[in-house]
């Protein structure tokens, strides 16, 4: 397993060792020791979830502000562009943020640790996303940052107007957000 460190060192992005023949191919999608010897993060993962989203879905920024979740995305059908942004008031990158682009064919996975937000926008005709977290959904504790907030300077790579859903579309802009300390 190949790690990078994103413009956010904390947000890693991972390419798994694919083993590919006149049949197919075949990797890992997760290995514990793997992803420790890549990252140096020894972590307990504790839910998957799985979503689809069609072109031009944006979601998130999400975050829960107790029980912060650590997350490991991946793309299984589609590509998105990926984004965490840094909400831990101490940290020196406090309010920044990394992006990737991820997808089906790259089999690429990005590490987005406790204490950021995240979200993505659907690049293909619909995309399948996958993510394991550290921590367990807790409806009461999560928050959603503005998407388009001009303090955080996302460059969303958009086609036009995004889809969002309400609660995205009422995102707090970073000034107003509960953050992490």
């Known amino acids: 397993m190949q790690a990078t460190r994103l413009a956010l060192p904390e947000v890693i ?28 993060l020894d972590v307990g993962f504790v839910q998957d979830n799985h979503s689809y989203s069609k072109a031009q879905v ?16 991946r ?3 589609g590509a998105v562009f990926d984004v965490a942004v840094d909400l831990r008031r101490s940290s020196p990158s406090f309010g920044r943020w990394a992006g990737a682009r ?5 089999k690429g996975v990005l590490w987005i640790p406790p204490g950021f937000a995240h979200g993505f926008y659907v690049l293909s005709d619909g995309a399948e996303f996958l993510y394991k977290t550290t921590d367990y959904y807790a409806p009461e504790f999560e928050r959603t940052l503005l998407w388009n907030d001009p303090a955080l300077g996302i460059a969303w790579p958009l086609s036009g107007e995004p889809i969002l859903n309400a609660k995205d579309a009422a995102g707090r802009p970073l000034a107003y957000a509960e953050v992490y300390e």
């Open 102 to 106: 991820l997808s089906a064919e790259d």
């Open 58 to 73: 944006l979601r998130g920024l999400h975050y829960q502000v107790k029980q912060a979740q650590g997350k490991l995305v």
């Open 13 to 40: 992005l991972l390419r798994p060792k694919v083993f590919s023949d006149h049949r197919g191919n075949f990797f890992e999608s997760f290995n514990a020791r793997a992803f420790r010897d890549a990252t140096g």
């Open 75 to 77: 793309v299984i059908s």
